[in-house]
């Protein structure tokens, strides 16, 4: 069976084809063409990738994606599918577990969710579980800035404590929708905040992910 990485990839450009190039998304200026374009950047320029999270390195990134997206459509849908090449240590089945599974579920989201009348998808268990793996390992650096405590539940009553602090907001939610907040995309991920009023309205318009 694929990884759940790989899957989430290739169900993510069949979702670029039914929408196009112009469809929106949830990264904020982005057109799911600049959302290929960005994902081609990762998997292909490592010179470029870099200004993900370095900000002496954005311009360039910026200048590599925007080359990137004025490819043809069909021929970005196409980078997207095929993933990083040959060379790239990422082909590697757990390098690409560890660095794509999120990226790409999130990424998947973005579009699904900025279309009118989206629903959740229906993740099984063991995706759930991968999520969930996932958010323990991150949750602290996707928190490292939010001025709260936070701490992360699942329903079965699991937790991560992202944020040390008293008192907490307890954020309760499938894996996959924590996951959504943590990154960013706190307006579209059907979690429940409990706490302090003035924390959970902190926490709402904070900014999170990298």
């Known amino acids: 069976m694929p990884s759940w ?15 196009g190039p112009d469809a929106p998304t949830l990264c904020e200026g982005w057109a799911t063409r600049d959302l290929a374009a960005h994902l081609v950047l990762r998997d292909r320029r490592p010179d470029a990738a ?12 910026e200048r590599v994606r ?10 970005l849908i196409t980078l997207v599918r095929e993933g990083p090449p040959a060379w790239s240590a990422v082909r590697l089945p757990p390098l690409d577990a560890a660095v794509n599974t999120v ?25 759930q579980d991968t999520l969930w793996r996932r958010l323990r390992t991150t949750g602290r650096l996707m928190m490292r800035r939010v ?49 302090d009023a003035e924390l ?11």
């Open 103 to 127: 990226e790409f579920f999130v990424h998947h989201e973005d579009v699904r969710r900025a279309a009118d009348g989206w629903q959740p998808r229906t993740l099984g268990p063991d995706f």
């Open 147 to 195: 001025p709260v405590g936070v701490v992360f539940r699942r329903p079965d009553g699991g937790e991560v404590v992202a944020k040390a602090a008293t008192p907490p907001v307890i954020l309760s939610g499938l894996p996959s929708e924590l996951v959504l907040f943590a990154y960013g995309r706190q307006g579209h991920a059907r979690v429940e905040l409990a706490g």
């Open 66 to 75: 925007r080359g990137l997206a004025a490819k043809p459509w069909p021929e």
């Open 200 to 210: 959970v309205d902190q926490l709402r318009t904070a900014k999170l992910g990298l």
């Open 5 to 19: 990485s790989r899957l989430e990839r290739l169900a993510l450009a069949d979702l670029f084809e039914e929408v």
């Open 50 to 61: 870099g200004g993900v999270v370095l900000p002496q390195l954005r311009p360039y990134a």
